[in-house]
């Protein structure tokens, strides 16, 4: 059975720092590649950050580059998205994401998600 699950959310200030981590079980956790989305009230779903299944490249939606950054421990089966220099329009459900295309078949799994609030 595949599990994903986020943590690490809460509420911090303006300019305060968050790290988010997310494990996945029942995968071969190093051939995903792994993503942060967020959700705020009433937005759509957005892909955050991305990182490659070993880790050798990254990339982000412009709103957080040099603030946050996304890394993997494949020994841990473990994502995390270290957040830095919040805003209170990063307030939203951050979700994690695992995604393997396969011999044409797409396979991905989502977790139920981690609140953060920036807000002072």
């Known amino acids: 059975q595949v599990q994903v699950a986020e943590s690490g959310g809460g509420l911090v200030q303006p300019g305060g720092s968050l790290r988010l981590s997310c494990v996945a079980s029942?995968?071969?956790?190093?051939?995903?590649?792994m993503s942060w989305y967020r959700q705020a009230p009433g937005k759509d779903r957005e892909l955050v950050a991305h990182?490659?299944?070993?880790?050798?490249?990254?990339s982000y939606v412009d709103s957080v580059k040099g603030r946050f950054t996304i890394s993997r421990d494949n020994a841990k089966n473990t994502v995390y998205l270290q957040m830095n220099s919040l805003k209170p329009e990063d307030t939203a459900v951050y979700y994690c994401?695992?995604?393997?295309?396969?011999?044409?078949?797409?396979?991905?799994?989502w977790g139920q998600g981690t609140q953060v609030t920036v807000s002072s």
């Open positions: 029942g995968i071969s956790f190093s051939s995903y590649a």
């Open positions: 994401k695992a995604r393997r295309v396969y011999l044409n078949n797409d396979y991905y799994y």
């Open positions: 990182i490659t299944s070993a880790g050798g490249s990254t």
